[in-house]
């Protein structure tokens, strides 16, 4: 069986990776280089010679997830990581910060803030996590919590992650939403891993151990047409490929622009897709601590600041390679970094409350008339766990007796 995937990025290579012995395939990419999300640079700085991530970048220091096991299927071992403390610092314009969290050398004196107490004794608090569809604002009005520790920490937090502004964020997946939130207010920070070759690195691995996958970078699709026998590609270059499935590892609207109209219409299975609706993100690497606290003791490794009805993240490098680097969003900044080393930008997917409710409508029609879906938008609080376990779920349909199955996790 022929296979055409469409995206090379980590939800589309694995999909590739874990098919590769019982299906042919090709990969479609429109970028110049494969990785997606995964975008990595390598330089030297100080005299530190490292790989610095622009997207995708911790991993969870749980060996049983999907990421990790995907991670040691393709060679990955302890040399290759380094685990960093996941600490938070939140604060707004020309204010003292809201939130320090605890940072492994941070010094004593260094207070937590006025939102650390009522935020932590609301996430200490939670119980059972709420249902997928329940929105993030109904779980913050159930407790009596200061707009502080609402709209600089909790409600920061999440709009950070998703390019959406801090009033929308009432409308989020509650459960998406803790899922981000888990250790903000820890006596401890929480250990994350970051791969010292960067996340493209990994895309780079899987794409190595593909032997029946055929790589086209640099081609963007055009066009897709049903056909009697499955689906034609057709390339901006004017090439024509055709395939008996059809993999989608690419944002819904992209997926809704390459389709037929006929396919994604009012009452057509996908046109679910139309309820996706991706938020635009640019990220900076850059030299200069612009956006950080002005008080160095209170920096973390996430550094959130409010402004202007938005929330931005600066991550530093300092505890993870000892420099300081930092990789900052710059959507909606009045004020840029003037030692920008890269630039980059993605789309973002807020998952609200309806969204979870059109991820389940997109699980009912995975497969119908040939065509599959796969990437990080397809299920849950949409990371790369997400995109991992959404490649593994189409490759169970199309290639049940793939022995590389195994290697990941059930989710």
């Known amino acids: 069986m022929r296979v055409g995937i469409v995206g090379a990025g980590i939800a589309g290579l694995v999909t590739a990776w874990l ?10 990419e429109a970028r110049s280089r494969i990785g997606g999300n995964a975008r990595s640079v390598t330089g030297c700085v100080d005299g530190v010679s490292a790989t610095f991530d622009l997207g995708a970048q911790e991993i969870a220091a749980d060996d049983s997830s999907p990421h990790s096991a995907l991670l040691t299927a393709v060679g990955f071992g302890e040399r290759h990581f380094a685990d960093i403390p996941s600490s938070h610092t939140f604060w707004a314009d020309d204010v003292s910060p809201s939130l320090v969290g605890s940072h492994p050398g941070r010094p004593a ?73 888990a250790g903000v207010a820890s006596d401890e920070a929480m250990p994350v891993r970051i791969l010292r070759g960067g996340m493209e690195s990994l895309s780079w691995a899987v794409a190595g151990q593909l032997t029946r996958t ?162 990080h938008y397809t299920a849950g609080p949409g990371d790369q766990e997400t995109a991992i376990d959404s490649a593994a779920e189409v490759a169970r349909r199309l290639a049940p007796g793939s022995s590389r199955l195994r290697h990941l996790t059930t989710p």
């Open 19 to 28: 098919i590769d012995e019982v299906c042919t395939a090709v990969v479609v």
């Open 109 to 181: 004196g260094v207070g937590h803030g006025p939102a650390w107490e009522p935020v932590k004794s609301f996430l200490d608090g939670l119980g059972e996590p709420p249902a997928w569809d329940v929105p993030f604002g109904e779980v913050v009005a159930s407790r009596s919590l200061p707009p502080q520790a609402v709209d600089h920490v909790l409600y920061a937090l999440i709009a950070s992650l998703f390019g959406c502004a801090v009033p929308e964020v009432a409308g989020v997946s509650a459960r998406a939403a803790l899922t981000y939130l």
């Open 214 to 375: 055929e790589i086209r970078t640099g081609t963007a699709v055009d066009r897709i047409e049903r056909t009697e026998g499955g689906y034609v590609l057709s390339d901006t270059a004017g090439g024509r490929c055709a395939v008996e499935r059809l993999v989608l590892a690419v944002p819904p609207p992209t997926a809704v622009r390459l389709l037929p109209e006929s396919m994604t219409a009012p009452g057509r299975p996908w046109h679910v897709l139309h309820r996706f609706a991706c938020r635009p993100v640019r990220y900076a690497l850059h030299l200069d601590p612009v956006y950080m606290p002005g008080d160095r003791s209170r920096w973390s490794t996430h550094n959130v600041v409010s402004h202007d009805g938005w929330a931005e993240s600066s991550f530093w490098y300092g505890p993870s390679y000892g420099v300081d680097v930092f990789k900052s969003q710059i959507t909606h900044r009045s004020v840029l970094p003037r030692q920008v080393l890269a630039t980059s930008a993605f789309e973002a997917l807020p998952p609200t409350a309806d969204l979870v409710r059109a991820q389940r409508t997109l699980a009912m029609v995975q497969g119908h008339e040939g065509l599959h879906f796969a990437g």
